[in-house]
């Protein structure tokens, strides 16, 4: 039965709930993005982007999903003959993989089983053996699994060994978990608009150190939309290259302002307090954590044993309205994942747990209702 | 500490939660309201107005608040040196008072302690007594204290006493609870948009039957804004006499057909099972009602000893986001309300419920954390 009073609650690993402001912000009149207001909002969100990047960096906004800013990544740093390595945990280790292939790069991966996380020792193996690799691509959060990889551990090794450039996919990451793009030395980082920024899909993020900025000015690699080098020209102007999303971009600096105000610590904190309280209430229901390293913007958990995950997710939303995610590929019905992204607070774990249950329930999956939402007021109350 | 990334969630007997496709019909540019476009959206509205009251009788809609429409019944059905009976619940019985005593009409009040109920055997005492009384006005639902009366049976006993008209303010329960304004015979029925109606505050509805409207036609109190007998001229056009709130119309008319496809017999079970869950979870807190005759479109807490209920509600809002009510009056700081009001699911009452729990529990009050939404979870599991 359609019911048109179902209340939607978003917690899935993207696109994430909006608030109503910025929701409000995308019915603003459209202008155009030649003229000097467009101008003055783009170099308002590329400030403040580089205050969520943690870089003095160039960042550019592309108008693709997160995938077009990885692609852009490959095609605009790499040249016909690089090599690469690629960290593979999961489904979005995999694209870097198949973006590679794509572009007829020889790419050397590190595979692990899906929950797993990269081991630094496992890349450093490789290095001391051959070093000839152009760039390292992986992912600092693994959206399929709810993996954390050390970022930064994979930059100290790559730095061993001539410094090889790192490129991180922290589309799910970003906001999320801690990152420190200068810092740590990263050389790419790319991400998307529909995760932890708030705002809805449509817009990506890129942004390169001042190596990479030189590398992008040689790469002979065939391109042209996600051709960084139009990027930088027109942003000289306090443009984009192509028609921007514009109403989305009022809907990102909205959210900019908000995430600014609000401070990028205390949303780690945030986060880092929901995905506890998630762990912990998952577990008194009686399951089993996916990740080995799971990180804080997305909880993975083993579907139980005679209950099939893929009617978890459905029934959950048909009958809750709370829509979290199920495993990908091979995880498909294995698992399911709740995310602890953007414009998500306390209510919204209580929500994703209390859904679980009572959903586990009508599945015929026996445990004592109530375990898990009693466990996640502890831990918000402790 | 202004946290910018605060989510609210309005548990509020009004204003009530409002649906994002609602909340965008706002933002439609605004029409003329003497044109066509706007005839048929009102005329449609109007329709729609009547399956909700139930009544073939006729229905005007109000830019004002409920307390527009309740003014309104009393100018337009009373005569100077008329004399009404005031069923007094709550600070909504008083209202009608006060607004009667405005206009010079001569009050007999029934009263009763808040959280009371009206008992059809003190009305009838009256009548039996002296029964020149030209209306009864009455509260189906008493927002101030969360209690229902048996508004079927004060028409039943009005009628055994030449059949004196009955005035329901039924602002709170229209749509949360059973109402048949032909069936049961009411005379007049108000109501307003910020609650069951799911739209913003901003407008009122009247509902009245034959006799009422002749009686609109002779009646001699003071009246201009709200006339009925302007708005009963205008809408024969297909308009309102004065300028109307055009876009609060439009979100009524998308808010209408909600209601219409969702169907109000469903409504009314949806808030039935909301209203049970948050009474359970409530006394398994250890924590005790205040209505005698709880409704289910409001349930109204005694605060325990040594708390202070002014704080639950600050609190609650601050920490969490959960804005609930507290006590009106005399009973400010020694009860809290929660809704249940428009679009308000199940999983209101477990953040309602969540959030009463972790306040409660931050101001000191002694009980095991998680009873409140394991009950909860038990009531909709079951």
Redesign the interface.
């Known amino acids: 039965m359609?019911?048109?009073?179902k209340?939607l609650?978003l917690l899935t690993p993207g696109p994430t709930p909006v608030?109503?402001d910025v929701?409000?912000s995308l019915?603003k009149e459209v202008i155009h993005h030649r003229g000097d207001e467009f101008k003055e909002i783009l170099v308002e969100c590329t400030e403040l982007l580089k205050y969520i990047f943690k870089t003095e960096n160039d960042v550019f906004i592309l108008t693709s999903s997160g995938t077009g800013a990885m692609e852009a990544a490959v095609v605009n740093i790499l040249n016909k003959g690089d090599r690469a390595i690629v960290l593979n945990t999961g489904a979005f280790g995999r694209r870097w993989k198949n973006i590679l292939n794509s572009y007829g790069i020889e790419v050397k991966e590190i595979e692990y089983e899906w929950g797993d996380y990269v081991k630094l020792e496992d890349l450093e193996n490789i290095l001391k053996e051959d070093s000839n690799y152009q760039a390292i691509f992986c992912q600092h959060t693994e959206t399929s699994t709810g993996v954390i990889n050390d970022i930064k551990g994979i930059k100290e090794v790559a730095k061993k060994y001539g410094d090889i450039p790192v490129v991180v996919d922290a589309v799910s990451s970003l906001l999320g978990e801690e990152l420190f793009m200068d810092e740590w030395e990263l050389d790419v980082v790319v991400s998307g608009s529909q995760k932890g920024m708030m705002i809805p899909p449509g817009l990506s993020f890129i942004a390169l150190n001042k190596k990479m900025l030189e590398k992008v000015e040689k790469s002979n690699l065939p391109k042209f939309y996600f051709s960084l080098i139009h990027a930088k020209n027109y942003f000289e102007r306090g443009q984009t290259p192509w028609t921007p999303a514009v109403n989305t971009i009022f809907a990102l600096k909205e959210a900019l302002?908000?995430i600014k105000?609000?401070g990028i610590e205390n949303?780690w904190n945030?986060y880092k307090k929901l995905a506890q309280a998630t762990r912990e209430g998952v577990k008194a229901i009686g399951l089993e954590l996916f990740a080995k390293r799971p990180c804080n913007v997305v909880t993975s958990i083993k579907v139980p044993e005679g209950v099939d995950g893929t009617r978890i997710v459905k029934d959950m939303q048909n009958e809750?309205?709370?829509r979290i995610a199920g495993g990908q590929r091979e995880y498909k019905g294995k698992i399911v994942r709740f995310a602890h992204m953007g414009?998500?607070?306390?209510?919204?774990v209580?929500?994703g747990i209390?859904?679980l249950?009572?959903t586990l329930?009508?599945l015929g999956y026996k445990f004592e209702?109530?375990?898990g939402?009693?466990?996640?007021?502890?831990v918000?109350?402790g």
Chains 1, 2 share one sequence.
């Open positions: 359609k019911n048109p009073l209340k609650r608030s109503t929701l409000l019915a302002k908000i105000e609000y949303l945030r809750f309205g709370v414009y998500m607070d306390e209510m919204d209580v929500m209390a859904g249950e009572l329930s009508k209702i109530g375990n939402v009693r466990k996640v007021l502890e918000f109350n």
